[in-house]
């Protein structure tokens, strides 16, 4: 069975400040990780994955994300917040063993709101 | 490339209608799939395809029905809506080989 837990609903950072939003997994195997970001009234947009390699993983916008084992968390940076960064930000996750599962397992997500 | 579609936007039914959504994806990708978006709850799983002419249950599949006759698309249908359906519906797709989706723009269903 697969899991993931975005343990915060909603994140506050000022503008300029650095940003982390939250993410731990449970897999059996290793992991596929995803960040996807979600605009008002808008489907969701990748923005970066982990497959293998780097534990740090480069992405869209600017943002990056961590991949700790130890831990079993992924969580999302950047720098420097911006305001147009306010969104919905969704952690997913899937196990790499092959014959298991196509289907990634999503969070509940985290409202990430930047103030001016 | 439009990448992926959904029709209709918006759409609201009464209690007992029935109505298909169409997704359309225009990338050749091998998988397809259909999530519903609520309040608190993320995105969960209704159905999936892993090719033409294929299709499986995911997390809550209770109520609906799929169909992949072509490869660009997948219709997920309610034969008999309840106000338990009202919510936003994004279909996904990908690759065989890539594991990053693509979303459509979504679908807000209401249920009277």
């Known amino acids: 069975a697969q899991s993931v837990a975005q343990p915060e609903d909603q994140v506050n950072v000022a503008e300029g400040n650095p940003l982390t939003v939250k993410c731990t997994y449970s897999?059996?195997?290793?992991?596929?990780l995803f960040w996807y970001v979600q605009y008002p009234n808008r489907g969701l947009q990748f923005l970066l994955k982990?497959?293998?390699?780097?534990?740090l993983v480069k992405g869209s916008y600017g943002f990056e994300a961590e991949f700790n084992k130890s831990q079993t968390s992924f969580h999302l940076k950047k720098p420097s917040a911006l305001v147009s960064d306010s969104a919905l930000y969704f952690c997913a996750v899937r196990d790499m063993r092959g014959g298991g599962s196509y289907i990634p397992t999503f969070g509940r997500g985290t409202s990430l709101i930047v103030h001016p | 490339n439009a990448g992926v579609t959904q029709t209709p936007k918006f759409r609201v039914l009464k209690t007992g209608q029935s109505m298909t959504l169409l997704c359309a994806q225009d990338m050749n990708h091998e998988y397809m799939y259909w999530y519903r978006q609520d309040p608190g709850m993320g995105l969960r799983l209704i159905h999936y395809?892993?090719?033409?002419?294929?299709?499986a249950k995911g997390e809550v599949p209770d109520g609906y029905n799929v169909s992949r006759l072509k490869k660009q698309n997948f219709l997920l249908g309610l034969e008999s809506a309840a106000p338990s359906q009202t919510s936003v519906y994004f279909c996904?797709?990908?690759?065989?080989?890539?594991?990053?989706?693509?979303f459509g723009p979504g679908t807000r269903l209401t249920v009277l």
């Open positions: 395809s892993v090719g033409e002419g294929t299709t």
């Open positions: 897999v059996s195997g290793n992991p596929y």
């Open positions: 996904a797709s990908r690759e065989r080989e890539n594991n990053e989706q693509f």
């Open positions: 982990y497959i293998t390699g780097d534990n």
